[in-house]
């Protein structure tokens, strides 16, 4: 499994647009990219997840650049209740969701 | 909505007692896991299962065992619990090798204290 690099915390602005990045420089062609979060006291919750293509859903968009070695999530309008700790994750489809965490990013999301 | 249930959110046990940490999920999937979680240490996987009665050990398996004896029930059994296995255990569940089988659902966690 491809290794993932994050800063280990970052602020936002409530109602801003929350940027998280993640590298993998050592991804190879046929890992995901998988977004998780977890709340304080909490299990981590499933965000979004892609291969190549950039991807949207209702809590958040996945831009992945072209050469797949790193990835930024988005979330276009922070609330308080978004301050977490996510992870990115690189996942190949073959590990039956032998998911690897790493240390995540924290966000505070501040008012 | 998909619903992981692990049955106790807070145990106090003694050094030496056998633990049982039950977890049931109601989405039919065939795929479950273990993790512990430690400050400074992230999610480890302690054991998973992709079929009933089968298991495969994870990163951190020592000091554990595991019963899928119905699809949808998972347990994770301490034999002799020690003081190093106080932590937060979190149960997941997944579908099978079709598309999203990387989107895990996890439930609340069980905070186990070993004294």
């Known amino acids: 499994d491809a290794k993932t690099t994050q800063p280990p915390s970052m602020d936002c602005a409530e109602g801003r647009a929350a940027n998280l990045p993640c590298n993998h420089s050592t991804i190879s062609g046929n890992e995901y990219v998988y977004w998780y979060r977890q709340i304080h006291s909490q299990g981590p919750q499933y965000i979004i997840h892609g291969l190549k293509n950039n991807e949207t859903n209702e809590m958040a968009s996945l831009i992945i650049t072209e050469d797949r070695k790193s990835s930024t999530l988005i979330l276009p309008h922070a609330t308080l209740r978004d301050t977490a700790v996510y992870y990115c994750?690189?996942?190949?489809?073959?590990?039956?969701?032998?998911?690897?965490f790493g240390q995540g990013t924290t966000l505070q999301v501040k008012p | 909505d998909v619903k992981v249930t692990q049955s106790s959110r807070y145990l106090v046990k003694r050094t030496g007692e056998k633990v049982f940490l039950e977890c049931v999920q109601d989405?039919?999937?065939?795929?479950m896991f273990w993790y512990r979680q430690d400050p400074g240490l992230g999610l480890r996987l302690i054991y998973f299962?992709?079929?009933?009665?089968?298991?495969e050990k994870g990163d951190i398996p020592e000091g554990y065992s595991v019963s899928r004896e119905k699809k949808e029930r998972f347990s994770l059994i301490l034999e002799s619990a020690s003081t190093n296995q106080t932590s937060m255990y979190l149960c997941?569940?997944?579908?099978?090798?079709?598309?999203?089988?990387?989107?895990?659902?996890f439930g609340e966690g069980s905070r186990l204290t070993v004294l």
């Open positions: 299962s992709y079929d009933v009665k089968m298991k």
């Open positions: 994750i690189a996942w190949y489809s073959s590990n039956t969701g032998k998911l690897i």
């Open positions: 989405m039919d999937h065939e795929n």
């Open positions: 997941a569940s997944s579908l099978a090798r079709a598309g999203n089988t990387g989107e895990l659902f």
